[in-house]
């Protein structure tokens, strides 16, 4: 059976959820992952760690990734393996198959991947999934500057792979999204912040899940 499409008011408590428990608006700056500095802070894996906004995320992001043509989901490890795993899951209620891969930080030395920096579902015919010739999405929590996200695209580059669609949670102020339209790479997201950490829906988005929303009343 084909899963309902998530709606607005879906949306509505994803977002709040996000605003919540994700965006933490600090007293004074704190230092990020990226090496930047920043008044508020954006942990969205406290959300792809929770089942029930693991759900709503994967629903919301399913739809891009299919439509882009990827043959596989996946990012940067650890933080995209519930996220990839609830966007697999969405799109298998819709009737796709979309296996997931995950990027480590630094090669893996033994086992039957040899030196492979890419961890991966099995395939139907027996070979890599992630191998030349295959088109990939990459997916990741929250974008600052990029650099986390770009490490998996580059990675999946090297495999020999296409990437044609890298997508994110929150895209932050600092805008990284453009660092992937700048290689070619659509970019998308649900979400996205001012520099004061103020939560807005992406206008994609949002009139998606108006008309899915429209669509079940």
Known sequence: MTEMPATARDLQELRTAVERYAIA???????????????YYADVRLLTLHPRYARLIGQFMAPAVIASGAEAVGGMAMGCIALASGIAAAALDAGSVLPTFFVRPQAKEHGPSGASAISQSISGDGTPLV?????????????TQGGSALKAVEAAEAAGCEVVLVMCVVERHEGGGRVF??????????????DTGRLFVDGELQARAGDAGSAGR
């Open 25 to 39: 608006v600090q007293p004074q700056p704190v230092q990020l992952a990226s090496g930047g500095w920043s008044t």
């Open 181 to 194: 339209r700048e290689r070619g790479i659509p970019f998308k997201r649900l979400f996205y912040t001012d």
């Open 131 to 143: 191998r030349a010739g295959r088109t990939v999405a990459v997916v990741e929590d929250t974008v």
